[in-house]
């Protein structure tokens, strides 16, 4: 599966973002996905994933009720929308998909086997 994620940007704390992760390959439907950041200096930290079986999806607890993970199988992409914006969400984002993912590992970036190349968001304050 080949990842590519986009919709990156500069934006004002408060505002809001979507960015797009674009499959190519296979189908994403029969993969968990994911979306990571990695901010400098920082380790490559889980934001929010989508399990393939039920579709039940996890967040982060800092991003918990501003952000939403959602896919679109038409499309064969991942999006994830992110409201209320602030400094700390400045990242670069990845996006992720994994084969046979177990719910214990749903937040463990070693369970995503494909990756995208990662899309910048920068939030001023």
């Known amino acids: 599966v080949q990842l590519q994620a986009s919709g990156g940007g500069l934006v004002q704390a408060g505002d809001s973002l979507r960015l797009s992760c674009a499959a190519a390959g296979r189908t994403l439907r029969n993969y968990a996905v994911a979306w990571f950041r990695q901010a400098p200096g920082k380790e490559r930290e889980f934001v929010a994933a989508?399990?393939?079986?039920?579709?039940?999806?996890y967040y982060a607890d800092s991003v918990k009720g501003r952000f939403t993970i959602s896919s679109d199988n038409a499309k064969n992409a991942v999006y994830l929308q992110m409201n209320t914006l602030k400094a700390e969400d400045t990242a670069v984002y990845y996006c992720?998909?994994?084969?046979?993912?177990?719910?214990?590992?749903?937040?463990?970036?070693?369970?995503?086997?494909?990756w995208g190349q990662g899309t910048l968001v920068t939030v001023s304050s």
């Open positions: 992720a998909a994994g084969e046979g993912v177990i719910l214990s590992s749903t937040r463990s970036p070693e369970a995503y086997y494909y």
């Open positions: 989508k399990r393939r079986s039920g579709g039940n999806t």
